[in-house]
């Protein structure tokens, strides 16, 4: 498989996008601050100085008392998204025990821009993200790969399905359903700590190997890779994505070897072989 370069489409410029300084930091604690809120951090590419005319403002309110409903809202400000999510200090914590929720909360944590700190709530809280450990986390990470390979049996079904009645939009969306499933097991299972969202992928890529088999079909469906003498791209997608389930067992398999229903998982694996037979991409 041979890399294609990216079609470079420009688009258009949003007309005003607010800077995100220290001003516009400032009149946004001022305006989310209450007797209620112990502390406010900066997440994301702002927190790292990375951000672009497109980057949202991701804000963690953190508050005393855990609100009934699940807080998170979003509104634009002088062109800027702001995202704002409201927490309590121990429910963000317990985040930090499930392996594929402390993923992506942890690096974010420790990366975070303190904006308001009334208690050291935030500071602490920082402190716990850096002294935070995967191992305690390996089995129950090991799980979830394992019950997210199993729930995916029935995906990789639908899909075979698909090309037997030539459903094309059936396929695309069971590939979708695939490929997404098989990055957050791999990422789970080998506790892959998210550095970004536009990064995630590339991760994940490389802890798999970027000349690995699993990369090849994973950037063929996210069309990183094209195959010209493929008939029509949404089938090698699809028989990517059933590849991909394959790649993504036996890289896991030593994970869950033992599990009540993995020999499910393997005979999954097999039917693929069988409904594959002959018909590799190049």
Known sequence: M?????RQIQVNKPLHVAEVNNVFLAELVAELDNEQVTGIVLKGSCARHEE???SDVDLSVFVREEAKQKQHVYFYREGRLISIGTHTIEAYLRRFLLPEEAIFVVPSIREARILLDKED???RLQEEAWQWRWEPLQEAANH???EMLLEQTE???KALRAFLLQDTLALTEMTLILFQAMTDALAVQ???LAQSGNSYFRQVQACAGLNSAW???HSLIADVERLPNMPSPVESKGIAALRLFQETTRLLS????GYEHSQTIAQTVTLIEEALAGKQLP
Not at 2 to 6: F, K, L, R
Not at 254 to 257: G, H, K, L, P, V
């Open 190 to 192: 080998r506790g892959i």
């Open 215 to 217: 990369t090849q079909y």
């Open 121 to 123: 709530v935030c500071k």
């Open 144 to 146: 979830y790969a394992y």
């Open 254 to 257: 030593s994970a869950i070897t």
């Open 2 to 6: 041979t890399s294609q370069p990216t």
């Open 52 to 54: 672009t005319i497109y």
């Open 155 to 157: 995906i990789v079904l």
